[in-house]
């Protein structure tokens, strides 16, 4: 079994000879460039979609009815509703609730960067046709604003409607991490390509002398890296780095910078199904519409429906608490990184004109989001197509875990204000350190 040796001196000489044809401007998607971007941009259009998934709900109730058996009719509670957790509680029938939602999270994380085979599809004028592994890494960042409007209509006892319209405000970034020699770090953009060390001729078709020959690029490539990512000392036209370029800067297609569209509109039902002193029990369902702006950040442009069983306990009489849950799925026509188990379970406390409210949330998704394809298909130096593949895992995680907390209070008669703040607890997937609401309510 023979593999070609990764020499230093052919390594060296063959990166300068490449980074050479670098200095002309960079060809479309050299090196995959355009797809990782695209990666990107997918990536933070469902991360912002999840992010918005994980806020309060847009359409909280001000002020629950009861049935009333002294006077055999249904009076308002004396307490606001909930903040972050869902009630089984309905609005009396004809009663109408206002409410203006502002949230605001901010995503920003780096990916990478990792290990990538490029293999080189047509060879050079002198014959070779080199195999290499370089380095590339993402960098993503979003700041989200998201402003929801949204109504409650009471239809008949036990029964209520509602609709939610999400304007939202995304300012987005993406930057490239790529493999350098040390001595160009720092050079202007468009004026060096990404560098790792090669063999001349395509790998093997024997799959153990492929995998023995992707080790040895591999074990090159770590070598190679100087501090602070590796111990190469051997100078700077002999070591490799790390640099970070804003993608906006690379001549690809990338929306960067402050983007504002409509967010996908939820319609939304609610019914009780079942109701004693101290339990109760309703089923909802949501109706998401595909959003118009996705090229802005807004939303998928995907139709998605969420049925919900949720249910109440009202711990023994002399105590305030009130425990809640739901159970659901929401399940995304189109999008399989959407489609999720989710749950909500915690604790309300209700006083007069006031209430707090705090819990847990949980998701878990079907699939995971990737933040750069495992294989794709670039140009590289002279505009030889190139074949681009991973080899380290690109997915995020699927499951989500988030502590929940809310408070609602009512500033003067029928208008309440309302504030929450949500904190995930997993690492899993592109997520903001914490997200922040304050909402309006008012009932008609």
């Given at each position: 079994m023979r593999i070609w040796p990764v020499t230093l001196q052919f390594f060296f000489a063959g990166l300068l000879s490449l980074a050479a044809d670098a200095h002309a401007q960079g060809p479309p998607n050299q090196f995959g460039l355009?797809?990782?971007a695209n990666a990107a941009r997918r990536m933070i259009v469902l991360a912002v979609q999840q992010g918005i998934s994980s806020l309060p709900p847009a359409a909280a109730q001000s002020f629950s009815y009861e049935y009333d058996a002294d006077s055999d009719g249904l009076r308002r509670s004396q307490q606001p509703?909930?903040?972050?957790?869902?009630?089984?509680?309905?609005?009396?029938?004809?009663?109408?609730?206002?409410?203006?939602?502002?949230?605001?999270?901010?995503?920003?994380?780096?990916?990478?960067?990792?290990?990538?085979?490029?293999?080189?599809?047509?060879?050079?004028?002198?014959?070779?046709?080199?195999?290499?592994?370089?380095?590339?890494?993402?960098g993503v960042g979003a700041n989200v604003t998201l402003i929801n409007l949204a109504t409650s209509f009471g239809i008949m006892r036990g029964s209520e409607l509602?609709?939610?319209?999400?304007?939202?405000?995304?300012?987005?970034?993406?930057?490239?991490?790529?493999?350098?020699?040390?001595?160009?770090?720092?050079?202007?953009?468009?004026?060096?390509?990404?560098?790792?060390?090669?063999?001349?001729?395509?790998l093997s078709g024997d799959s153990d002398t492929r995998a023995a020959q992707v080790t040895q690029l591999r074990t090159a490539f770590s070598n190679s890296l100087a501090p602070p990512y590796g111990d190469c000392s051997d100078g700077p036209d002999r070591c490799l780095t790390f640099r970070s370029d804003p993608v906006g800067t690379?001549?690809?297609?990338?929306?960067?910078?402050?983007?504002?569209?409509?967010?996908?509109?939820?319609?939304?039902?609610?019914?009780?199904?079942?109701?004693?002193?101290?339990?109760?029990?309703?089923?909802?369902?949501?109706?998401?519409?595909?959003?118009?702006?996705?090229?802005?950040?807004?939303?998928?442009?995907?139709?998605?429906?969420?049925?919900?069983?949720?249910?109440?306990?009202?711990?023994?009489?002399?105590?305030?608490?009130?425990?809640?849950?739901?159970?659901?799925?929401?399940?995304?026509f189109s999008e399989a990184e959407l489609r999720r188990a989710v749950w909500h379970v915690g604790a309300a406390i209700p006083f007069r004109q006031v209430s707090f409210d705090v819990g847990l949330a949980g998701s878990h998704f079907d699939r995971a989001v990737r933040w750069s394809p495992n294989e794709t298909r670039g140009v590289g130096p002279g505009g030889l197509p190139v074949k681009l593949t991973a080899l380290e895992g690109t997915s995020l995680g699927k499951s989500f875990i988030d502590l929940i907390a809310g408070t609602k209070v009512e500033l003067v008669d029928q208008l309440l204000l309302a504030g929450a703040v949500t904190v995930?607890?997993?690492?899993?997937?592109?997520?903001?350190?914490?997200?922040?609401t304050i909402a309006l309510e008012y009932s008609f």
């Open positions: 355009q797809d990782r509703g909930p903040t972050v957790l869902r009630s089984p509680r309905t609005l009396r029938q004809g009663k109408l609730v206002v409410r203006a939602n502002v949230s605001y999270f901010e995503l920003s994380d780096t990916f990478g960067a990792i290990d990538y085979l490029v293999e080189f599809e047509e060879p050079f004028e002198d014959g070779s046709q080199p195999t290499l592994v370089a380095g590339f890494g993402l509602s609709l939610h319209v999400p304007i939202v405000i995304v300012q987005a970034r993406a930057s490239q991490l790529s493999s350098v020699i040390l001595a160009n770090a720092d050079s202007p953009v468009g004026t060096v390509q990404a560098a790792g060390p090669f063999l001349p001729n395509p690379l001549d690809v297609d990338f929306p960067d910078g402050t983007q504002l569209g409509i967010g996908r509109i939820g319609l939304a039902g609610k019914s009780r199904i079942f109701e004693s002193p101290h339990f109760q029990l309703a089923l909802a369902a949501e109706l998401l519409l595909p959003s118009p702006n996705e090229d802005r950040f807004a939303g998928t442009d995907s139709f998605a429906v969420q049925p919900l069983l949720i249910g109440q306990w009202r711990i023994p009489v002399d105590l305030l608490a009130h425990l809640l849950f739901d159970v659901g799925y929401e399940h995304d995930p607890l997993s690492s899993d997937g592109l997520r903001p350190a914490a997200f922040g």
